[in-house]
């Protein structure tokens, strides 16, 4: 079984300020990992991913990941926030056993203030 | 464009009515979703789909039915057995072999019982 845990449900921060949003994973097979931003009254769009090769991933609007086998996290990180990075975002594990059925976090809300 | 549509993405019903929610999509994927999202929570898996004429139930199942006549097609019937309908559902699609369970979402319909 899979499960995620994105450990702030909410993370405000100023404008043009570096954030990072939090992401653990609990798996007993090798996994595939994701985020998604998901804007108000709007679908889920993928913002990266990582599949295998560099630990490091760089995704659309500026956003990276680095995936950390040993801490089991993929945590997201961008170096200067936009007012337009507000939404929700969400990570995401698949893995070789689960029939790459996507286990979702609870999703964090990143609230950017000018 | 390939892509998901959902329809209609605004809904409103009076308490004990069903409501059949559209999901197509054009992307020629195997398997197709759907997602209940309330306010400040994450997603909860109702129905899924691998095959054309086969579903398996999610999470919260209880109170839906679907169908999956055709592969693009994969609409969802909320019942009156729903106890609390009101909700934002999200139909999303995947490729299953090759495709790490990456999920491609649509814009998403709000159903409002009055």
């Known amino acids: 079984a899979q499960s995620v845990t994105q450990l702030d449900s909410q993370v405000p921060v100023f404008e043009e300020a570096p954030v990072e949003l939090r992401c653990n994973y609990s798996s007993s097979v090798s996994v595939y990992l994701f985020w998604y931003v998901q804007y108000p009254n709007q679908g889920l769009q993928l913002l990266l991913k990582?599949?295998?090769?560099?630990?490091l991933v760089k995704g659309i609007n500026g956003f990276e990941a680095e995936f950390n086998k040993s801490q089991t996290s993929f945590h997201l990180r961008k170096p200067s926030v936009h007012i337009s990075d507000t939404a929700e975002y969400f990570c995401a594990v698949s893995g070789l056993g689960a029939g790459n059925m996507l286990t979702f976090g609870g999703g964090t809300r990143l609230m950017v203030k000018p | 464009d390939g892509g998901i549509t959902q329809s209609p993405k605004y809904l409103f019903r009076k308490e004990g009515q069903n409501v059949t929610l559209s999901c197509e999509q054009n992307?020629?994927?195997?398997?197709m979703y759907w997602y209940r999202q309330d306010p400040g929570q994450g997603l909860r898996l109702i129905y899924y789909?691998?095959?054309?004429?086969?579903?398996q139930k999610g999470d919260i199942a209880e109170g839906y039915s679907v169908s999956r006549e055709k592969k693009e097609s994969f609409p969802l019937t909320v019942t009156s057995a729903q106890k609390n309908p009101t909700a934002f559902y999200l139909c999303a699609s995947s490729i299953l072999s090759g495709g790490y369970g990456e999920l491609f979402f649509g814009e998403g319909s709000r159903l409002t019982v009055l």
């Open positions: 992307l020629n994927h195997d398997a």
């Open positions: 990582y599949l295998s090769g560099s630990t």
């Open positions: 789909s691998q095959i054309v004429n086969d579903f």
